[in-house]
């Protein structure tokens, strides 16, 4: 027979501290790479937003810009034509052309000439151009409001470039009779001299100078005025082919040309869509621009905003980002340290059993149900997990919630996510839609466990709180908008309902016009439906879609979490009473004194009314029958 060889004073285990660091060291890395990728994706996720905002802004203020190129031409265009029909002027520059006096009647004529002219300079008290003059087909200046252009040739009239019978508006660089070096936008209109049916003559109104200048700084629609300052955020220029850019700086009074420019506007086709391009600019700065072609006038405008503008408050954002992180997992690998001590007890029984077993120590006993120490293990790395789960969820629901400030839709995100209790987060989801957006009626309808109906869970105002009184609950793939939702998983607006073939009238809703319906669903799995209600109609539109399709998305991980919450909670009473089951027949020796605490601890803990423990195998105790609890407790 074997004799036992331990002794009390056995050294102390260290397995289990070794254990709970080696552990710690591993899960810790774990943690922090989806903690970093995730900090990452929501980065560069949010950067991505700020782009296509940014983008948005610059084609809606291009757009803008071409719009009110177009109206000013079309006002001196207007001007022009009414000056060609005037008697007077066609008599006069018939008289230039074919039969033109000399001496001092030349002199008077071509002074009586300029006198129209300028009089046609100005309409209502604007002065609409900087000069005019009378051109021939070929180019020759007859007469003009600038005398020392007369006589000259215009370039683009000369080289065909324009001419005089197609009205319109151009802008030329370094002509050399008008503008040397400068930019001039030209506006022309054919002129038959007296009597003419075919066009023999070209009006031409020039600006220069200082009405470019003006001209442009209309344009600029991210100059920002600060008291007697301005300030560029954004800036407006031109650019003409091949590589020309027109620039006005802050406080200048004509725009400066800059040649040669590399730039990747000239390289595209001269279509009239806005496009979007990231480049660096004429000075080195990177940029994201907008740029569209002014039909007809072979000339682009480009806006542009610095990208360190666009990101300015992304980046600010970026040391809180880092320090949350740390934090995060600082926090971590201490609920990691005290987490695996705890979870290491029963294997640390477990070792010091086979420790003494290894000296002879025959005499000492653990509970032979190991299946209860390993289910111990396995629970506490579930709620291990499940802890660490959260601080995914926790540091996810942070992060978004900083770097979406300047979407109304994430700051109802972020306080509907905080609320730990289902009922509480339906319905301060709905209060917050509802009061955040201006809707007439929201609500959140969920599907029951067979997934065939959909029950509204939380509404707004009385009528919802009506609603929900009489239990209300609509079909899936149902003659209703949250019918069809929740059966095809796709969201639906309906921009009239009563033009809508499956929209659902509520007679306690009389006043809803429109609706909106998006689907709750977690990687394809529908939980549910966000509705939403206006008294107006068509009052959804993509974007509304995009940001409450957003918030639903946000909604149902929130509503999926709170179920889960909810399961291990139930998970970890059961563990609890596992635990404490096992932990009253630690250390037992006589087997009947075991029995009969099993039996008492199972009842207390289980509630059932008799409990019957029998050994596998054999019979009771000194070949008895199968233990019972002793009567009056628990048997």
């Known amino acids: 027979m074997f004799q036992s060889t331990a002794r009390d004073s056995s ?60 109206d000013w031409s079309r006002v001196r265009q207007q001007r022009l034509q009414l000056g060609a029909q005037r008697s007077s002027l066609r008599d006069e520059a018939a008289s230039l052309m074919y039969d033109p006096p000399s001496g001092q009647s030349l002199e008077d004529l071509k002074t009586a000439t300029r006198a129209d002219l300028n009089d046609l300079k100005s309409n209502e008290g604007q002065t609409l151009f900087s000069d005019l003059l009378i051109a021939r087909p070929d180019g020759t200046i007859l007469t003009s409001t600038n005398t020392s252009w007369e006589g000259q040739k215009l370039s683009a009239l000369a080289e065909g470039m324009l001419t005089a019978d197609q009205p319109g508006t151009h802008p030329l660089y370094d002509d050399p009779a008008l503008a040397p070096g400068k930019l001039i936008l030209v506006s022309l209109s054919p002129l038959r001299s007296g009597q003419m049916t075919e066009v023999d003559a070209a009006l031409v109104g020039v600006n220069s100078d200082t009405r470019v200048g003006t001209l442009m700084q209309q344009l600029q629609v991210f100059w920002q005025q600060r008291g007697v300052y301005r300030q560029e955020i954004g800036s407006t220029y031109l650019a003409i082919p091949p590589n020309t850019v027109f620039h006005l700086t802050l406080y200048a009074l004509a725009p400066e040309a800059i040649p040669n420019v590399q730039m990747p506007i000239f390289d595209t086709s001269q279509t009239e869509v806005p496009a979007t391009v990231e480049y660096a600019n004429f000075e080195g700065t990177p940029s994201i621009a907008a740029y569209q072609w002014v039909p007809g006038w072979n000339m682009a405008v480009v806006t542009e905003v610095p990208q360190d503008t666009v990101f300015a408050d992304l980046n600010s954002l970026l040391p809180f980002t880092v320090t949350t992180v740390v934090l995060a997992a600082v926090l971590s690998l201490i609920v990691i340290v005290v987490a695996t001590s705890r979870m290491l007890r029963p294997l640390g029984r477990l070792a010091e059993f086979a420790q003494r077993i290894s000296k002879g120590d025959w005499s000492y006993r653990v509970p032979e149900d190991r299946s209860d120490e390993i289910g111990l293990v396995s629970a506490s790395l579930n709620r291990m997990a499940e802890e660490l789960s959260q601080v995914y969820t926790t540091l996810e629901m942070r992060v978004n919630s900083r770097t979406q400030q300047i979407q109304t839709a994430a700051q109802v995100a972020r306080a509907v996510t905080s609320i730990p209790t289902l009922d509480d987060l339906l319905r301060q989801a709905v209060n917050l839609i509802r009061e955040r957006f201006d809707y007439y009626y929201v609500s959140i309808f969920l599907l029951d466990q067979d997934g065939k109906n959909a029950a509204l869970r939380e509404a707004t105002g009385e009528v919802g709180q009506a609603l929900i009184a009489r239990r209300h609950s609509l079909p899936v793939g149902s003659q209703s908008i949250i019918g069809w939702v929740t059966a095809n998983n796709q969201p639906r607006i309906a921009s009239e309902v009563g033009d809508d073939p499956v929209h659902f009238r509520n007679e306690l809703l009389p006043e809803t016009r429109s609706e909106l319906a998006v689907p709750l669903q977690v990687g394809g799995t529908v939980l549910g439906a966000l509705d939403v209600q206006s008294t107006s109609p068509d009052t959804f539109k993509t974007e509304d879609l995009e940001i409450l399709q957003t918030l639903a998305d946000q909604l149902s991980a929130a509503i999926q979490n709170a179920r889960l919450a909810q399961v291990s909670m139930e998970a970890a009473e059961r563990s609890r009473l596992i635990s404490e089951v096992t932990g009253q027949l630690s250390g037992l020796l006589d087997v009947d004194q075991v029995l009969s605490t099993a039996a008492q601890s199972l009842h207390r803990a289980l509630g059932e009314p008799e409990i019957m423990i029998q050994l596998t195998g054999s019979e009771g105790p000194d070949g008895q029958e199968p233990y019972f609890g002793p009567p009056g407790n628990g048997r």
Do not use: K
């Open 11 to 70: 050294p102390p285990l260290r397995t289990r501290s070794s254990l709970g660091r080696r552990l710690a060291l591993v899960l810790l890395p774990l943690m922090l790479i989806p903690l970093a990728a995730m900090g990452t994706t929501v980065y560069f996720r949010t950067r991505a937003i700020l782009r296509d905002q940014a983008a948005s802004q610059l084609s809606s203020a291009t757009q803008s810009q071409i719009s009110s190129l177009e």
